[in-house]
């Protein structure tokens, strides 16, 4: 069966304590990984999408990496406004474009 | 940017009465949009896919008589939630992506809270 696992389920960091969440899958036909920001209430907010194993993207603080069997959304130096619940979600091809999502990482950043 | 818009983004009902939920394509054309529902402190779970002149498509476990999904147009997909008990409570959010984009981007709406009473 498909599946999508995401660790820690939560994560307390200090201001500027960098880390790592991570996005391991099972899923076989992977066309994308895809991350997103969820705060509280609020929609999902894309944040990257991935597509092969070995590729990289950056937007401010945050990078996410991919390899064959996960993927992880670094955090560099974060700040308080970082705090937010993090999903990654796959898709599959032909499946129209439909994500399967992970349980999320709840991340709280102190001052 | 591209931008999803849900209506309303909040709602109470009665139970056994119905509540219609409208998810936007702004500035795209959707033909596909999916409906997710997520309760507190859980993860988004797909409800439906949701395809432009035809049929939509169900997840397995929920049930299309109860929740009915209407894609009508490229940039209007409508969920209703009907006969309402109080265990529909939840959020519901709709997802589309922009045609030209083929699924690369998939952009969500704000989210609408129903609560049944």
């Known amino acids: 069966e498909d599946q999508v696992t995401q660790s820690p389920e939560a994560l307390r960091l200090q201001e500027g304590e960098s880390s790592s969440l991570n996005c391991s899958y099972t899923v076989s036909g992977l066309r994308g990984l895809f991350w997103y920001r969820q705060d509280p209430g609020k929609g999902p907010e894309f944040l990257f999408t991935?597509?092969?194993a070995g590729e990289e993207k950056e937007k401010e603080r945050l990078k996410a990496t991919l390899t064959k069997k996960e993927s992880f959304l670094h955090i560099t130096a974060p700040k308080p406004e970082d705090s937010a619940t993090y999903l990654c979600a796959v898709q599959f091809y032909n499946q129209g474009g439909k994500l399967i999502f992970g349980q999320g990482t709840e991340l709280s950043v102190k001052p | 940017g591209a931008v999803v818009s849900q209506h309303p983004s909040r709602v109470i009902c009665k139970s056994g009465t119905s509540v219609k939920i409208e998810c936007r394509s702004l500035?795209?054309?959707?033909?596909?949009m999916f409906w997710y529902r997520q309760f507190p402190k859980q993860s988004l779970m797909l409800m439906a896919t949701?395809?432009?002149?035809?049929?939509?498509?169900?997840e397995q476990g929920v049930e299309k008589d109860k929740f009915l999904i209407n894609h009508a147009s490229l940039t209007l997909s409508t969920l209703t939630v009907t006969s309402a008990h109080p265990e529909d409570s939840s959020f519901y959010i709709c997802s589309a992506f922009p045609d030209r984009t083929g699924g690369n981007t998939i952009y969500f709406g704000e989210g609408s809270w129903l609560t049944v009473v």
């Open positions: 500035d795209f054309q959707a033909t596909t």
């Open positions: 991935l597509y092969s």
């Open positions: 949701s395809n432009e002149g035809s049929k939509a498509t169900y």
